[in-house]
């Protein structure tokens, strides 16, 4: 019984930041998963695999898994750096690349 503590990231076809202010707790799988041979799909015995707990803080998430006796590991992520763009820059004089049709 492994868990991760990380901050999930920001969703790629949104350009806002909600969900990801909060840290979640979430095990390791413990079997694999197997495949239906009639369906087609894939089921697995591991009911930890379900279980996602979110936190406020990241301390608050490592005490949560230090006290309940759950070895875990903690994902840190830089801050991606933020590149102010405007879109009069596309027609500024000193721009590096000339503006052409």
Avoid: C
């Avoid at 840290?23 to 390791?28: K, N, S």
């Avoid at 230090?66 to 500024?92: G, S």
């Amino acid at each position: 019984m492994f868990a991760r503590i990380y901050r999930p990231a920001k969703n790629a076809m949104q350009s806002g930041r909600a969900k990801t202010q909060q840290w979640i707790l979430e095990f390791e799988p413990e079997a694999a998963k197997k495949l239906d041979p009639l369906m087609g799909w894939t089921g697995s015995t591991d009911m930890r695999g379900q279980v996602r707990l979110s936190f406020e803080s990241r301390d608050e998430a490592i005490a949560y898994a230090t006290r309940h006796h759950i070895p875990h590991e903690v994902i840190e992520k830089p801050e991606p750096k933020r590149v102010l763009k405007a879109y009069a820059d596309n027609f500024a004089t000193a721009r590096k690349v000339p503006w052409t049709h």
